[in-house]
Antibody, heavy 120, light 113 residues
Framework: QVQLQESGPGLVKPSETLSLTCTVS????????WSWIRQPPGKGLEWIGY?????????NYNPSLKSRVTISVDASKTQFSLKLSSLSAADTAVYYC????????????WGQGTLVTVSS | DIVMTQSPDSLAVSLGEKATINCKSS????????????LAWYQQKPGQPPKLLIN???TRESGVPDRFSGSGSGTDFTLTISSLQAEDVAVYYC?????????FGQGTKLEIK
């Protein structure tokens, strides 16, 4: 059974960088694509980007966030991470990590999500 | 970006009745060479992550009740719940994975009348 769990700070200050980690169990991080998706309170879903690792690493980011986003993977720890810089209140959201089989596949497993609030 | 537009934004249906949610994409999400629509439907209940219900526009995920069905092709898609149950109260989203950035519809809130 594949399980994903997000972890990271719940409160971050404006202009700072958010760092979140997704820990994967029941699957190898080298066998699938891994995405970050966010959802502002009471609003819809926004895809942030994905990473694929199989020897070499491939990433794809939403152009709306590309200048501020970095997604990386630590295969030895079965984790992948999100860094989002220059935070503002508009980045307040529940952040989800999710798995998909390929670049044109659906998100079949999701973490429970972690709420990140950007506030001073 | 492919814009996904759902209708209606909210819907109230009596228990046992049919619920229909529509999703329209700003460009086709059909890969004609393999005749697959890169369109999924998700169900999200309060405090939970989205759950994949239907992929390739019409294929139910394992364990999803058969009262849920998806149809459509190209740019116009429909999620139908044939006989609404109390546990179906949720927000439903369509999503395209035809091209990045992947995009979701704005969501349709389904309630009991």
């Amino acid at each position: 059974q594949v399980q994903l769990q997000e972890s990271g700070p719940g409160l971050v200050k404006p202009s700072e960088t958010l760092s979140l980690t997704c820990t994967v169990s029941g699957a190898s991080v080298s066998s699938s694509y891994w995405s970050w998706i966010r959802q502002p309170p009471g609003k819809g879903l926004e895809w942030i980007g994905y990473i694929y690792f199989s020897g070499s690493t491939s990433t794809n980011y939403n152009p709306s966030l590309k200048s501020r986003v970095t997604i990386s993977v630590d295969a030895s720890k079965t984790q992948f991470s999100l860094k989002l810089s220059s935070l503002s209140a508009a980045d307040t959201a529940v952040y989800y990590c999710a798995k998909h089989w390929g670049p044109d596949y659906f998100f079949d497993y999701w973490g429970q999500g972690t709420l990140v609030t950007v506030s001073s | 970006d492919i814009v996904m537009t759902q209708s209606p934004d909210s819907l109230a249906v009596s228990l046992g009745e049919k619920a229909t949610i529509n999703c329209k994409s700003s460009q086709s999400v059909l890969h004609s060479s393999i005749n697959k629509n890169y369109l999924a439907w998700y169900q999200q209940k309060p405090g939970q992550p989205p759950k994949l219900l239907i992929n390739w526009a019409s294929t139910r995920e394992s364990g999803v009740p058969d009262r849920f069905s998806g149809s459509g092709s190209g740019t116009d898609f429909t999620l139908t719940i044939s006989s609404l149950q109390a546990e179906d109260v949720a927000v439903y989203y369509c999503q395209q994975c035809h091209s990045t950035p992947y995009t979701f519809g704005q969501g349709t809130k389904l309630e009991i009348k």
